[in-house]
């Protein structure tokens, strides 16, 4: 099973970057796939994440990004996206994705609530 996460790049103040992460070996359909971004120095924070079917499929965001950022899934794809506009540059980090089967609604934006994880994106915002 792999999570790979990827579209992350250099973009000026303002501008939009779109991730994608996409799975192999498993149907993020059925997952709550959630986004972190860890920058340097700095421990792995939520950044948001869409909830499994099962347990209502909402999407929540952290305040930070809540209205700039946002989650879709592409069930075809097998893939969930995060769409970042507005960006600034306490924005840039690495940006990783992760799933669960099993995550309850109070843990969602617990990182060691999601045993399977992406390699990680750099996202990096210039001012």
């Known amino acids: 099973v792999q999570l790979q996460a990827c579209g992350g790049g250099l973009v000026q103040a303002g501008g939009s970057l779109r991730l994608s992460c996409a799975a192999s070996?498993?149907?993020?359909?059925?997952?709550?796939v959630a986004w972190f971004r860890q920058a340097p120095g700095m421990e792995r924070n939520f950044v948001g994440v869409?909830?499994?079917?099962?347990?209502?499929?909402?999407?929540y965001y952290d305040e930070s990004v809540k209205g700039r950022f946002t989650i879709s899934r592409d069930n075809a794809r097998n893939t969930v996206y995060l769409q970042m506009n507005t960006l600034k540059p306490e924005d840039t980090a690495v940006y990783y994705c992760?799933?669960?089967?099993?995550?309850?609604?109070?843990?969602?934006?617990?990182?060691?609530?999601?045993?399977?994880w992406g390699q990680g994106t750099q996202v990096t915002v210039s001012s």
């Open positions: 992760a799933a669960s089967s099993s995550v309850i609604m109070s843990s969602l934006a617990s990182a060691t609530a999601y045993s399977i």
């Open positions: 070996g498993r149907t993020l359909s059925r997952d709550a």
């Open positions: 869409i909830n499994r079917p099962s347990g209502g499929g909402r999407t």
